[in-house]
């Protein structure tokens, strides 16, 4: 069933088109689609921190109730993929952290690793950590780099590539 919507998607991608015009819409649809579906599906199988080579920061604690994100934004629950205790180990391992959408509740994001190997955001609540140390290190000016949703990029496929080769 899969297999029949991802084809059924891509069929209907491109609409009533031939010729040149034909061709440029599918490069079109591979550059925006195909290449970020591969990249998300290679680093959400294999989890992303290989891939990313990024190090620890800092460990923390898991603190129950506080949502999981991929992305560090609480404006619409789009990117929210549950909860802290549910996603985090008990012990979190922090790799950087980002102040961008942040609010009176929400001082600053922390970019910690959950229980897929996957990285994603949490608010700075969510984990009991050092907040002097925590700041003092790594600041994610551009926390999309690492959003499953951007679109895909040719350092993706350098980055894939070249991991996968080793």
């Not at 059924?8 to 991608?13: A, D, G, L, P, T």
């Not at 031939?18 to 199988?45: C, D, K, P």
């Not at 984990?127 to 895909?152: A, G, M, W, Y």
Request: charged share 15%; proline share 4%; glycine share 6%.
């Amino acid at each position: 069933m899969t297999d029949k919507c991802f084809l059924n998607w891509v069929r209907n991608s491109f609409g009533d088109f031939s010729g040149e015009n034909h061709a440029q819409q599918w490069r079109n649809f591979f550059s925006q689609n195909i290449g970020m579906f591969l990249r998300n599906a290679v680093i959400y199988t294999y989890g992303m921190i290989p891939y990313y080579q990024i190090s620890i920061i800092n460990n923390g604690v898991r603190v129950s109730g506080f949502s999981v994100r991929l992305t560090p934004s609480a404006v619409n629950d789009d990117n929210r993929l549950g909860l802290t205790e549910g996603l985090l180990p008990s012990n979190v391992s922090i790799y950087a952290w980002s102040d961008v959408s942040t609010s009176i509740t929400v001082p600053y994001w922390l970019l910690v690793e959950d229980i897929k190997n996957r990285l994603v955001w949490v608010s700075a609540g969510g984990v009991t950590h050092d907040s002097v140390s925590v700041l003092q290190n790594i600041k994610l000016e551009n926390p999309e780099r690492l959003s499953p949703t951007r679109p895909f990029t040719s350092s993706d496929l350098d980055t894939l590539i070249g991991d996968l080769m080793r």
